[in-house]
């Protein structure tokens, strides 16, 4: 059984239609990556699944159980993390805060264990634990994001653009970090401009244009697709 | 040259300050959770002064048994004018319009108008009378502390000013609560991604606040003996005067801008009528926004 | 509401014509009175909306320039026996002084810190007022203002007094419109929704902004002259902040941006706490849960620039009460 399934979702922002029709699904354990263009919908879509937006009609399900219309807190309670476009840290407050802010319910000694899992996992946060989210550089800030989102422990990790505005080198380690998470048992579904990379790391894949689903295959067939390509590989 | 009567005054005019600097520290922690401005907050203060009297009088407590009512008061007050005046502008939870210009106006007038509303339905239940606390509950001895004369009430207002502030901090730096409130501040929509409860997180700041506008009430009539229901009108006005100058989201910046204003009031009141010294925090408001448009202290990041 | 609007033609019908021919025939000396504190809150509503409707400032120093113009008016007829004409320039080119010289520092401040100063103005205002013995008569208040005078007639009696306000009135709010509906309003109207985009344009914010605020002041001063006649008296009380909030509910039950709205807005402001008044003084409790309520069920009324006639008239359309 699929971990997420969304059934023909529906979004509208007053009389606009922002999404319509969108039917995806995430197995457990599964790596699937959502593709398009600037301003179709990925953000939107990523945002409606975490709570943030309400469904004007279909169904959101995790784990078989609806989640659609529950607020952000309840749908990340129930084990769907994101680590959002933009980041949106929390800048003035510490590393160390930043992890502890994104932890839920667990005692002391759990919260430790989680953190000192995600230190090692990204080295780097435990040597600025003490310094302000506002003050790493853009690589960093990544890197705190998702191991804020998985202090929360998710089944299912969300990431919309991990690799917007890093350097070549910064995001071939981010998507290192994704593979690892993903081997640790938590399902990805991921949002990301660079189809190509995207591709190479996914499983299976989707391809929205205009609010709408208009392709979706393995991830293997898509790469060798020449409507793909010529769409959104042709210059990348 | 150390002259006691100068001393005296500015001293009292300390202990002024500090209520405002009270009744500032929780309309801050509601700026900066909601950079929305709590105008309400006023009447939270006069309730807490109310139910220290109820307290003396109708029940008959000594003055230190009032806190747990006065506590309860605030706590009612702050939860009510979160849900009436706040609550219904947060029907969308993008971050568009949590902290937009039209929700951040919408709540400033409407709670403005709960203000207004609840000011207007105690004048109607206490007649707009001055009240007094008794003379034997009030806080009235005379202490003197190194030539200088205060009264008791004046070194509680003190007293329980530190006290707030340092629980404050501890609060807000090391409980969960506290982290919660910090994360909402900083990054709203990031706080929503990260699980956390925004509508837990913002009853939380207006119970902490209000509790805090509350005490303020209580202590101030139990050392100046007596209470009318638009007593908290003008302690608001100093007090949201003392969070500009303070720079909106400091809440020591507030502090120190309450106290600044009461020493400069009891300053004002040594040269000229103590009718115009009612004008002093404005006159020092207005020139500290001609100098320093954003305040003195603001917070980096903010 | 782009329109040079047959509507405007109808308000002017309305005030001019129907509500003095509705006073003449069932009208007491109390209703006229009333009707001329509606004017004077419509001008003062119409000078609010300019501000903040417009330039996107809110503010709450209404009685500063409105007690201004007043004390203004009251000190020269009394002592000086002006004539109508001299005390509306001398109202309106002094609030227009005064606005340009407090306004200078305090437009450049970001929307609440601009909120407490203005909040901070009402109250030096009102301190001055009642403290000033020897110029304002103090706690005492201002008695015995003379009638409006216009060369050498002496208008008295409600329906000379109801005229003089009317055509002032209108004359403001006709001034209000026009820099709404001009090229100055829009240009107005795009500083507030992005100061730097406006600046990218070539526009200055700041000497928009001081623009709106003196002629928002100069109007304001005006309609405290009207008022310093129409009562013959005045008080510190007349000008304590809450009236400034008074000024504020009429513009947001009227509509942020909507002219007729502050017409709307000024009646109910004014008319609901008289119904009160057999109830006690309920007047400050009337006008603050009206404002709630406002700002609750109309809340377009308060961010976007809609009529509010056209909204009671959608309202009542989609309740089937009126046929189209």
């Known amino acids: 059984m699929n971990l997420l399934s969304v059934e023909s979702l529906d979004l509208r922002f007053g009389d606009r239609n922002v999404l319509s029709g969108i039917s995806l699904a995430v197995p457990a354990n599964g790596l699937v990556a959502i593709l398009g263009r600037n301003g179709v919908g990925k953000t939107t879509l990523l945002r409606t699944i975490s709570g943030l937006y309400r469904p004007a009609a279909g169904r959101i399900a995790f784990d078989g159980e609806s989640i659609g219309g529950l607020p952000p807190h309840k749908v990340v309670a129930r084990g769907i993390a994101q680590a959002p476009e933009g980041r949106q840290l929390f800048a003035d407050l510490s590393v160390e805060e930043n992890l502890r802010a994104g932890a839920r319910g667990m005692n002391q000694a759990a919260y430790r264990r989680e953190r000192d899992r995600l230190r090692a996992m990204f080295p780097i946060l435990d040597e600025r634990s003490t310094q302000l989210a506002g003050s790493l550089s853009g690589g960093e800030q990544q890197m705190l994001c998702i191991a804020r989102a998985l202090m929360a422990r998710p089944r299912l990790l969300l990431l919309d653009e991990p690799s917007l505005g890093l350097a070549p080198k910064m995001v071939a380690r981010v998507f290192e970090k994704i593979d690892a998470i993903r081997a640790g048992g938590v399902a990805v579904l991921l949002v990301e401009q660079n189809a190509r990379l995207a591709l190479m790391h996914a499983d299976h894949a989707y391809v929205l244009d205009q609010g709408r689903m208009v392709l979706e295959g393995p991830a293997r067939a898509l790469i060798a697709d020449e409507r793909v390509v010529a769409a959104y590989l042709g210059g990348a | 040259m150390f002259d006691s009567f100068v001393a005296g005054q500015l001293a009292i005019g300390a202990s002024v300050g500090l209520t405002y600097a009270l009744v500032a520290i929780g309309f801050t922690l509601i700026y900066r959770v909601l950079s929305a401005v709590n105008f309400a907050h006023g009447e939270v203060y006069t309730l807490g002064a109310f139910a220290t009297l109820v307290a003396v009088t109708t029940l008959k407590a000594p003055p230190l048994a009032a806190v747990p009512l006065v506590i309860v008061v605030g706590l009612a007050a702050g939860l009510g004018i979160e849900r009436v005046a706040f609550r219904p502008f947060r029907r969308f939870t993008d971050e568009a319009s949590l902290k937009s210009r039209a929700v951040r106006e919408a709540t400033l007038l409407s709670s403005l108008a709960l203000g207004i509303v609840g000011r207007e339905a105690m004048d109607q239940v206490w007649h707009g009378q001055w009240l007094a606390i008794p003379q034997d509950k009030m806080l009235n001895q005379p202490v003197n502390l190194g030539g200088v004369m205060l009264s008791a009430g004046e070194l509680a207002i003190a007293g329980l000013s530190l006290v707030l502030l340092v629980g404050l901090q501890w609060l807000l730096l090391r409980t969960r609560v506290g982290l919660e409130i910090r994360a909402v501040s900083s990054n709203l929509v990031g706080a929503q991604f990260s699980g956390i409860d925004i509508n837990r997180v913002v009853l939380a700041t207006f119970a902490v606040g209000s509790i805090l506008g509350a005490l303020a009430g209580m202590v101030v009539s139990l050392a100046y003996g007596s209470i009318q229901s638009s007593m908290g009108l003008t302690v608001v006005l100093k007090a949201f005067v003392a969070m500009v100058i303070g720079g909106l989201t400091s809440i020591p910046g507030a502090v120190v801008a309450g106290v600044l204003i009461g020493v400069a009031e009891g300053a004002a009141s040594l040269w000229v009528a103590s009718a115009w010294t009612e004008m002093v925090a404005y006159v020092l408001l207005i020139f500290t926004l001609i100098f320093f448009p954003r305040g003195l202290f603001r917070r980096r990041g903010a | ?324």
Request: glycine share 10%.
């Open chain 3, 1 to 324: 509401m782009n329109r040079p609007l047959p509507l405007g033609w109808l308000l002017a019908a309305v005030i001019l014509v129907v509500v003095p021919a509705a006073l003449w025939l069932f009208g007491s000396a109390y209703a006229a009175r009333l009707a001329q504190l509606v004017l004077i809150t419509a001008l003062l509503a119409a000078a609010l909306n300019l501000l903040i409707g417009t330039a996107g400032l809110l503010s709450l120093d209404t009685v500063v320039y409105y007690g201004f113009g007043a004390y203004l008016t009251a000190i020269l007829s009394t002592n000086y026996g002006t004539t109508l004409p001299t005390e509306i320039l001398a109202a309106a080119a002094a609030g227009a002084l005064l606005g340009g010289l407090i306004g200078w520092p305090l437009v450049r401040l970001a929307s609440i810190f601009f909120a407490v100063a203005t909040m901070g103005l009402a109250t030096i205002f009102h301190t001055t007022v009642l403290n000033w013995v020897d110029l304002t008569r103090g706690p005492m208040g201002y008695r015995g203002i003379p009638a409006f005078k216009l060369g050498e007639f002496t208008i008295d009696g409600w329906a000379g007094n109801y005229y003089v306000i009317a055509v002032v009135v209108l004359g403001g709010v006709w001034i209000v419109h026009r820099l709404t509906h001009s090229y100055y309003g829009n240009a107005m109207r795009a500083a507030r929704e992005d100061e730097d985009c406006a600046r990218a344009m070539g526009l200055s914010p700041h000497a928009l902004k001081l623009q709106a605020y003196a002629v928002h002041a100069s109007l304001m001063s005006v309609a405290g002259a009207l008022y310093a006649h129409a009562n013959n008296f005045l008080s510190p009380d007349n000008f304590v902040l809450l009236e400034s909030g008074l000024t504020l509910t009429a513009v947001v039950v009227g509509g942020l941006g909507s002219l007729p709205g502050a017409f709307i807005g000024a009646l109910v402001v004014v008319l609901v706490p008289e119904l009160l008044r057999p109830l006690g003084n309920l007047r400050a409790f009337g006008f603050g849960m009206i404002l709630f309520l406002s700002i609750l069920f109309l809340p377009r009324g308060l961010w976007s620039e809609v009529s509010s006639l056209a909204f009671v008239r959608r309202h009542l359309f989609r309740e089937g009460w009126l046929k189209r």
